[in-house]
């Protein structure tokens, strides 16, 4: 059910507006993509020992509103002579609950490599095709081995510039614009090469927290060849590790059954990158293990103590951020894979939730900014705070609360943003600013007798995190005494993450960048969400008259 104070046609009306908010995300920066961009330059290199007339085959992302029609593309030589291609959608945006223009495309042609491994094409949109390539070939026959693992015979290398627009990991900014934010680039130059040495890892947690999706993020911001290659590599590993069958159907193998190791936004990605259709397949299969596998409502009467000197996630029922965060996460991600309603419902079921638990926590006592919940329940090895949290936790479930809002334009996404870097300013970092606290005891400013918050192990091992949970504050704040405080406060963390070697234990490498890229996005256009969303809702009128026909879909 949704929360009392936000009804069910201003949920709708706040989708549709972000519609027009996503459309222009990109339009408003000149240096983005817009409707008007009539190519793009695409860069394959031969990857084969024994190339000669290939089938080229990669999938192009757009941004929303840029291409409603798939006849509209031409692929063109260097020298402008057209290609017979073969080009269809791989699937819609679904902004606002509604399908709407093509999000990927899925472009195939065949191309002599056999003088030249490296060539330049071009796309060419909003002129009608003239040569249509008669059918199309399954992607796994245009790869250097069926598993997918080597990549293909022939890679695409797409410009940063137009992944970051086409948002197809959400806002990005591009490695050549970073700025003053550079050093995160030089962080994840040091921190790449030792971090391959895990791509065939049979040690299930050095998955942990998402490699593939590390990888591909690299990809889209630099546009280079060897950040894909990465993540080609990664994807297929875990396609080829997940239970594609039976009752826990979308589970990594490695690991067994475990909603923080079930990744669908790894699947969509590669699939809107590559149109790989068993990417999608099984990134269906793990949106349907998170959809019947998350229970958002915190519920600590219906929980059972762990043992001291226990596994607390072993054969029980239990809830953390954490796993909430990877829930909502596939959730969203099986909403776009496939349309299907029961996702949208149950991503705004999720945010119901949270939304009530930060506003009414469910141990009676004043809201504070924080999910708190009673850590004794969860890990009484770590600590017995009746009321606590985690900041690197909470870090996990801020990162999809964000792509929701991009989905929705849920007016309560930057709220509780706000509360929550509020709260961590106020309680969750230790007295020099350097790192945050491990399990932050949410009664100890109230209470002399409370024991102090506890710091636990390696925690400036999270500082980047921490660092991209105050930008995303920033991002969403347009309190200019609220701001200087969470700059200052990225200030401090940002310089010290950029300096940690992420690859000890080797999950490091993936909490260290799963989601971490976007804090140059958010720094740079502080304040622009709320600013956005103010002119958005002076063009809402404009959607209204499709409001009826979403809520009866709904």
């Known amino acids: 059910m949704l929360d009392s104070s936000v009804s069910r046609r201003s949920f709708v009306q706040s989708g549709l507006m972000f519609l027009l908010a996503a459309r222009t995300m990109v339009a408003s920066d000149p240096r983005g993509v817009s409707p ?115 990549g293909p015979r022939v890679l695409a290398l797409l410009p940063a510039r137009w992944l970051c627009d086409s948002l197809v990991v959400g806002p990005q900014t591009p490695v050549a614009e970073s700025g003053p934010y550079r050093p995160y680039d030089q962080f994840v130059e040091r921190n790449f090469p030792g971090s391959l040495a895990y791509l065939n890892s049979q040690a299930y947690a050095d998955w942990l927290f998402d490699r593939t999706t590390a990888y591909y993020k690299m990809y889209v911001r630099s546009g280079e060849r060897k950040f894909l290659e990465a993540a080609y590599h990664a994807a297929h590993f875990v396609r080829l590790h997940t239970k594609t069958d039976g009752p826990d159907a979308g589970i990594f193998t490695l690991k067994g059954p475990d909603l923080k190791y079930v990744y669908p936004r790894a699947m969509h990605i590669h699939y809107l990158l590559t149109g790989d259709e068993r990417m999608r397949e099984t990134g269906k299969i793990m949106a349907q293990y998170c959809l019947k596998n998350q229970h958002p409502v915190y519920q600590p009467s219906s929980i059972t ?17 954490r796993h909430q965060g990877y829930g909502l996460l596939g959730i969203l991600h099986g909403w776009e894979l496939t349309g299907d309603r029961a996702y949208w419902a149950k991503a705004r079921e999720c945010v119901d939730a949270y939304y009530k638990h930060q506003r009414q926590p469910p141990d009676g006592r004043p809201p504070d900014g924080s999910l708190r919940q009673d850590w004794g329940l969860y890990d009484p090895n770590e600590a017995t705070f009746k009321g606590a949290t985690s900041a690197w936790m909470m870090a996990l479930l801020l990162d999809p609360l964000f792509h929701y809002w991009t989905l929705t334009g849920d007016h309560r996404v930057p709220e509780m943003v706000i509360k929550w870097c509020d709260f961590l300013d106020r309680q969750g970092m230790v007295p020099d600013g350097s790192k945050a606290y491990y399990v932050i005891n949410c009664f100890a400013a109230l209470d002399p007798k409370e024991q ?41 963390l940002f310089p010290l993450a950029v300096t940690l070697d992420v690859n000890r234990p080797p999950r490091t490498f993936n909490w260290a960048f799963q989601f971490s890229s976007q804090l140059i996005y958010f720094m740079q256009h502080a304040g622009a969400a709320r600013r956005r969303s103010r002119r958005m809702a002076s063009e809402a009128h404009i959607l209204n008259s499709g409001t009826d026909s979403l809520e009866a879909g709904g």
């Open 36 to 150: 008007r961009v009539q190519e793009v330059e695409v860069t394959l290199v031969g990857r084969a020992g024994n190339l000669g007339r290939e089938l080229v085959s990669f999938g192009l992302p757009l941004p929303p509103g840029f291409l409603s029609n798939p006849r509209h593309v031409r692929v063109v030589t260097a020298n402008a002579q057209e290609i017979s291609a073969a080009v269809r959608a791989l699937e819609p945006w679904r902004i606002g609950g509604r399908e709407g223009s093509i999000h990927s495309l899925l472009i195939q042609f065949t191309s002599d490599f056999s003088r030249e491994r490296t060539q330049r094409i071009k796309i060419v949109f909003q002129q009608k095709r003239r040569k249509n390539g008669s059918s199309f070939v399954p992607v796994a026959e245009t790869l250097l081995e069926e598993d997918g693992l080597k």
């Open 305 to 321: 103590p762990s043992p001291l000197g226990a596994d607390p996630e072993r054969g029980r029922n239990f809830w953390t951020l």
């Open 452 to 492: 102090p918050s506890a710091l636990g192990p390696d925690m400036e091992m999270h500082n980047l995190e921490m660092a991209y949970t105050f930008a995303l504050g920033a991002y969403f704040t347009d309190d200019p005494k609220r701001l200087s405080i969470y700059r200052k406060r990225f200030d401090k």
